[in-house]
Structure formats: structure tokens, C-alpha cells
């Protein structure tokens, strides 16, 4: 009987013990895990302003303790990572001082400074010419955002025409400067855009087919306007002699507002000149014929006289 109750007592107690080492080993590992997520890990920043194109060295480099639970994915932690040896790296995008530098914003180790690099997935970089006046006389500057107006000759028609082509396309570098930094006007013959592969296959063939024209819009301003095609009928104000033209097209005269107003006007010439035609006929309508009455001779001794009788 003594024998069962110790083996009893004997199989508690190691149960028991189990049981507190299982906790003990839960709550030490709660703990460290704890501890690993409050703490801290250093993070390659920049020590200041770095743009396009600088080459990244040491002295632009310090490292800065993050929280562990908030480390941003890609970072570097070491100087080695960043800059391995031998091997230099540019800046592609801008960066402010304690900027966490991160791999999408530097070159490759040992490749120099790439717009390719720049370009978000499926999106192209194509140039157009410009000139003074189709480049805003060089106020345009890289990354602001402008339309693109196309003006060419359609067929069947003898007056040319002005279209928006696009709208709010970045724009990527004007000349080969792709930097901007000073806001002073940037006088070059092309300008590098980001566009999509259709919008990069649009910007070719109108460059062949017509003259192209960058239109500079307001930062952020993200609105695209329903847009209209402008014709030589369109110089004039919209509320031109206080008549607003409606923006639809009539009849077969064309779209846009000036096929409205040219199908207006046509039709108030119509509808004027077939007025003049139906009072010109009525004018023109011979009188009623006067019915021809009887003629009788009267004779007065030797005289006679003629007299009609009736009509």
C-alpha cells in the first residue's frame, strides 16, 4: 500500500515539474522575443540632401537606431552592405537628410546613374521635340507634370485642328538634364516623358503627323477635363456676342465646338435664305387676269363711239 501511494505521489510531482518547465520555457521565450522586437538595429540614412546623380560615398552615409518592429523592408544595416568594396553607387531618386536610403532609390553596385532605372513596371521614357514656344520658353523642369497638344490637318477638312493628345504625363528630363534642382529655365530641343507603351506609340506617329505642344500643369493637380477640338471657329470667346455655342456637334459639320458652330450658322443661313425665297415668290405672283367685257358702237348721226359692257 505504501509502495502505490509513493508511486502515485511520484508520478504528481512529475507532472507538476513538467508543467513548470513547459511555462518557464514559454515566458523565456516571450521575453526574448519581447525583448528583440523593443529593441533596436542601425539603418543606413542620409547624412544630407542627395540628388540625382550624386555619386553615394561614406561621408553621405551614417546609420541611425530603428525599432525592430518598424524597419524598413530593404534597408541596409552595415556600411559594407551599401557600399561593397571597390564598387561605387549613383542616387537615383531625391532624398532628404535621415532619409532611410533604400535600394529602389540607389544604382546597382558599380553601375552609374540610369533613367531605365527610374521607370515604375510597364511604364516607357520617350522624347519629343520641342521648342521655345512648345516648352513653356524652358520653364518646364524634370518630374513636373504636363499635357501634350497635338495640332494637325484631318482630312476633308481645309482649316487645321487642335487636340489634347494626353494628359498629365510626368515628365523625366528636359535636354539631358534630368535634375532641375536650381528652378532655373531649362532651354532644350527634347523632352524625356513617362508615358505607358500606347502613349509612347501615340507620341510617334503625332510627332509625324502634326506639331506637339507641352502644356505646364499645377503640382498635384490631379483633374483631366473633358477636352474639346478647337478649329479655326473656335478663335473667338466662348460667349462670342453673348451666344453660348453648345459643345455638341450638329448634324454632318464636324465634333467639338467648332462643328457646332459651323452647323449652327449653316442652318441659320439655310432656314434665312428659304424665308427670302417664299416672300419673292409671293411678291412674284402675277395678278388674277381682269375679265374682257363686250364692246358696243353707239352712233350718233354720223359719229360713232365704242363703250364696253361688263368685266
Known sequence: MLRRQTAIALAIAI????????????????????????????????????????????????????PNSALPPGSFHALNEILPPGQKRVVLADMQPNEPILPAKISAPGQGASIAALLPAG?????????????VAGFIQPNDSVDILITRSIAGR???????????????????????ADGKPIQGKTATLLVDQVGAQKLALGQQVGTLSLVLRKPGDQTNPVVETVSLNDLRDSLYGGVHYPAASVGSYGGGLGGAISGAMQKSAAQIASSRRAVS????????????????QVYRGTKGDNY????
Not at 494628359?167 to 534630368?178: K, M, P, S, T, Y
Not at 415668290?281 to 358696243?296: L, V, Y
Not at 364696253?308 to 368685266?311: L, Y
Request: charged share 20%; aromatic share 6%; proline share 5%.
Open 158 to 180: 481645309d482649316d487645321p485642328v487642335t487636340d489634347v493628345l494626353m494628359q498629365n504625363v510626368r515628365v523625366l528630363a528636359i535636354g539631358q538634364d534630368a535634375k532641375g
Open 15 to 66: 507532472v507538476f515539474g513538467l508543467v513548470a518547465v513547459y511555462l518557464a520555457n514559454t515566458y523565456l521565450l516571450a521575453s526574448q522575443r519581447n525583448a528583440a522586437l523593443g529593441g533596436t538595429t542601425p539603418v543606413a540614412v542620409a547624412t544630407g540632401p542627395l540628388t540625382y546623380g550624386t555619386e553615394l560615398t561614406a561621408d553621405k552615409i551614417r546609420f541611425a537606431d530603428y
Open 281 to 296: 415668290s409671293r411678291t412674284k405672283k402675277a395678278a388674277p387676269a381682269k375679265p374682257k367685257g363686250d364692246d358696243i
Open 308 to 311: 364696253t359692257v361688263g368685266g
Open 123 to 135: 511604364m516607357r521614357a520617350t522624347s519629343v521635340r520641342i521648342n521655345d514656344v512648345s516648352g
